[in-house]
């Protein structure tokens, strides 16, 4: 019994410690995303799909997608939204029975298109699709106000000078013998 325990426990602490070492980020459970997902693909085409999911604590109203087909790839039949485009940029809006997500809750739509092409450049209502922020932090790093750089070490003469130096008089010369320690001490 007792090794079953230990087990256990053993099991319950690298749990807690995976939970605490791994966090799952904030965002990814507190901002709405749309994730695609390509169903199958053709020579002339493809089809697929969006996943829009509600991950915040209140109800998403309206939901709208923007994304960029590249050239030569076009949306030919779609469901689940209503999906206009100018040029290559789409734009899907919630059709009336899925416009608004509750938190927690997702809905999906798809489309057939001709060409082979995949969305690029995500937006859902005005943000990043993956729930990321839009802007990235690009400064360089700093140094934290503890953090000082060492001090530098004091110049040493060059090659070819010597450092000034006061000569004692010759009525100041010790003439005893330094003592120089010994290696190993001798013992006493």
């Known amino acids: 019994m007792s090794r079953f325990m230990s087990g256990t426990a053993a099991v319950a602490a690298a749990a807690v410690l995976a939970?605490?070492?791994?966090?799952?980020?904030?965002s990814a459970a507190t901002v709405p995303t749309a994730v695609f997902t390509q169903d199958s693909t053709w020579p002339s085409g493809n089809s697929g799909h969006y996943t829009v999911t509600n991950g915040g604590a209140?109800?998403?109203p309206n939901w709208r997608v923007e994304f960029d087909l590249?050239?030569?790839?076009?949306?030919?039949h779609y469901w689940n939204a209503t999906i206009t485009h100018s040029g290559t940029h789409y734009v899907a809006l919630g059709?009336?029975?899925?416009?608004?997500?509750?938190p927690g809750a997702s809905t999906s739509f798809g489309w057939v298109a001709a060409g082979t092409?995949?969305?690029?450049r995500c937006l859902l209502n005005a943000a990043p699709?993956?729930?990321l922020p839009s802007t990235r932090d690009v400064r360089p790093p700093t140094t934290p106000p503890r953090c000082a750089a060492p001090p530098r070490p004091a110049a040493t003469p060059s090659a070819?000078?010597?450092?000034?130096?006061t000569a004692p008089s010759p009525a100041t010369r010790s003439t005893a013998t330094p003592a120089v320690?010994?290696?190993p001490p001798s013992p006493r």
Request: net charge positive.
């Open 19 to 26: 939970i605490t070492l791994n966090p799952v980020p904030a």
């Open 58 to 60: 209140t109800a998403l």
């Open 70 to 76: 590249p050239a030569g790839t076009t949306i030919s």
């Open 95 to 102: 059709a009336s029975w899925n416009a608004s997500l509750a």
């Open 117 to 120: 092409g995949t969305p690029q």
């Open 129 to 131: 699709c993956d729930g």
């Open 160 to 165: 070819g000078t010597r450092p000034p130096t």
């Open 181 to 183: 320690p010994r290696w």
